[in-house]
């Protein structure tokens, strides 16, 4: 529509699976990996060639390709699966243990100042593993450590550099400790972020969990609410029934009208508390209510007008096919409650516009109205957030965020670049239409 930039604000089913970090986790792993074998490749050049230190080439070269192949493994298990093990984060380390103490074995065991990279092994296990694998690593690392001093294969020092062997352990303790503090803070970045992640992911449920007691005390008390007001209700519908028929007021038209006015005032009541008692599923018939998406907009749209005489609205239903859907109330008081907040927002018309897809059907309601504030685009959708300023307002855009949620749906919020507010509902037709018709979908 338009080319300006728009802000967005999106609630969406909490999506995290309980090992997703363990999956980040491995994948870093599998990076550091990577620059592990690229470090180890090219040290092994540098030393071998560079400063005539001779290694046994062919089989320190060896490790690294094993490591390729190890990465290669644990890439197609990463695309394949969605969840990954403690065990398998707990081999992968001591699989990295093992490869470092056969490149210490090939290259002067435990007088080569790399032997100090056993401690970015078990710093990696700290921050990935359960207690009791962290100190397996421990143990493996320790013990490979000692194994070094006894066996290993001594360094082949050329003429140039026999009794300079200290000065190379000090250079060599150099580059290792600036290795290991680069790596730790490589890696250790991306692993707190993803603890980051997942700690904001569970605030996320603790508020879901809220808002849904929230919800809960909220129908209980509509349900209680429902049920009283509906004799009183009973009582003024029959009350109006014999007034209409009273002589004295059938004399004056005027008196007659309001009559009617009233008595279409207490069948609107009556319908929003049966509305009500169908969403708590206290009044639901045995077959569900089928109709097509048109017919079902349409009737909200008709409704609504109705109740509101002199507010422009349009339905736009773009070129597509629909399928039959289950008409439920909830959804119909969700789409009633974005008009009422747009036309309360100060807004002149509404465009309520439908579309769909393979899997969702689109619902937006946009209007010409003030549109929202930065803040309140933040907090849309929270309780008691209005930008009405009338107290206990926001429970509106909170009620519609919920239902779709449950749905399985998600809403987007957002203000267009020439005005007015747009929010969308995105509901999954998997569950709304009628499974005939979901099939073929």
Not at 137 to 157: E, G, K, Q
Not at 414 to 440: C, H, K, V, Y
Request: proline share 4%; glycine share 8%.
């Amino acid at each position: 529509m338009n080319s300006a930039p728009v802000k967005r604000i999106r609630w969406l089913p909490s999506q995290w699976p309980a090992d997703a970090a363990g999956r980040r986790n491995m994948a870093l792993l599998v990076q550091l990996r990577w620059i592990a074998i690229a470090g180890q490749i090219a040290t092994i050049l540098v030393v071998h060639f560079g400063m005539n230190i001779h290694l046994p080439l062919q089989s320190m070269l060896v490790v690294p390709c094993i490591a390729v192949l190890m990465n290669v493994g644990s890439l197609m298990i990463l695309r394949r699966r969605a969840d990954i093990t403690h065990a398998e984060l707990f081999l992968a380390l001591l699989f990295d243990v093992l490869a470092l103490t056969t490149q210490l074995y090939l290259s002067g065991g435990g007088t080569n100042p790399f032997i100090s990279l056993y401690l970015l092994q078990v710093a990696l296990g700290v921050v990935l593993l359960h207690r009791w694998s962290v100190w397996g690593i421990v143990a493996a690392s320790s013990a490979c450590a000692a194994m070094l001093t006894v066996f290993y294969r001594p360094l082949d020092l050329s003429d140039s550099l026999e009794g300079h062997l200290f000065d190379l352990h000090i250079v060599g303790t150099w580059v290792c400790v600036t290795m290991i503090a680069v790596l730790l803070v490589l890696f250790m970045t991306r692993v707190t972020h993803n603890l980051q992640q997942r700690e904001a992911y569970l605030a996320r449920l603790r508020q879901q969990a809220v808002e849904e007691e929230h919800i809960i005390r909220m129908g209980l008390l509509a349900s209680g609410a429902a049920h009283e007001l509906g004799t009183p209700l009973a009582q003024l519908a029959v009350v109006l029934g014999d007034w209409r028929h009273m002589p004295q007021i059938r004399k004056h038209p005027a008196l007659v009208e309001e009559v009617e006015e009233m008595e279409a005032a207490v069948k609107r009541c009556k319908s929003i508390l049966t509305g009500i008692l169908m969403s708590a599923g206290e009044a639901r018939g045995e077959a569900p209510q089928a109709t097509d998406v048109r017919s079902f907009i349409e009737i909200i749209a008709r409704d609504w007008r109705a109740a509101n005489a002199g507010m422009p609205l349009r339905c736009d239903f773009g070129p597509h096919d629909y399928p039959r859907i289950v008409a439920d109330p909830v959804i119909r008081q969700a789409v009633t409650n974005l008009l009422d907040n747009a036309r309360e927002a100060g807004a002149t018309y509404i465009n309520m516009m439908i579309s769909r897809d393979s899997q969702w059907l689109h619902i937006t309601v946009r209007d010409n109205g003030k549109g929202f504030s930065p803040d309140m685009l933040a907090d849309v959708g929270k309780p008691y957030r209005s930008s009405k300023g009338r107290q206990g307002g926001g429970l509106g855009l909170f009620l519609v965020v919920n239902v779709v949620r449950k749905l399985g749906g998600r809403v987007d919020a957002s203000n267009g670049a020439d005005g007015g507010a747009m929010i969308q509902l995105r509901l999954p037709f998997a569950t709304l239409a009628l499974e005939e018709e979901s099939d073929g979908d």
